[in-house]
């Protein structure tokens, strides 16, 4: 699969049948996970893959942003114990930074095994940690809901890229882009 046309073909999934993920796959979406860029190479970031239905189905007892029934749930945390130890004040924020690049190539390494997914943030963090049994110093950031996919992606939508890119300066009110 081309990288450019997954990126522009990938779309996020709420709606899934119901057949299991071979886990091969799950860790090779952990793998891509892991392998996003992160800054200073702290890796402050912990991955937790979920399949046991039962704990499925708790988590998005606890996730008003999650639809469908997800055959997994990847949960994706910050290590903040690990992010504070950086020089910079700002750690943390650069944690979720990391957790943010491995969603995407999460997403589209997803994309690419023909795997739906969508990131969900509309979680109760503190209780999906508990959950889990995260540690205090460890807080999922971002859930990535997996199941294959039911029925047709849809169409991408976004505002018109003209009014959002700027070459070499940022263009004035009324003037064209060409
Ligand atoms: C940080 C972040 C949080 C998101 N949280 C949710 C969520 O809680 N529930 C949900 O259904 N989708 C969530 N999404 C997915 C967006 O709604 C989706 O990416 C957007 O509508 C564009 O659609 P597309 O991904 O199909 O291109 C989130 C996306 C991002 C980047």
Redesign the pocket.
């Known amino acids: 699969l081309d990288l450019f046309e997954a990126i522009m073909e990938?779309?996020?999934?709420?709606s899934y049948q119901g057949r299991p993920i071979p886990v091969g796959d799950l860790e090779k979406l952990v793998k891509a996970a892991h392998w996003a860029p992160s800054a200073g190479n702290i890796n402050p970031r912990h991955f937790v893959t979920v399949t046991e239905p039962k704990t499925v189905e708790a988590i998005k007892a606890l996730?008003?942003?999650?639809?469908g029934g997800p055959a997994a749930v990847i949960v994706l945390c910050s290590d903040r114990a690990k992010a504070e130890k950086r020089a910079s004040s700002n750690g943390y924020i650069y944690s979720i930074m990391d957790v943010?690049m491995s969603?995407q190539n999460l997403?589209l390494a997803a994309h690419a095994l023909e795997i739906g997914a969508?990131?969900?943030?509309?979680?109760h963090a503190k209780a999906v940690g508990s959950l889990l049994g995260c540690p205090e110093h460890v807080v999922p950031e971002?859930?990535v809901?997996l199941g294959y996919p039911q029925g047709n992606?849809?169409q991408?939508?976004?505002p018109p890229l003209e009014d959002l890119s700027h070459n070499e300066r940022w263009r004035q009110e009324g003037s064209s882009h060409e």
């Open positions: 990938r779309r996020s999934v709420r996730s008003p942003g999650m639809f943010s969603a997403l969508c990131v969900v943030r509309s979680f971002l859930l809901a992606l849809g991408g939508i976004r």
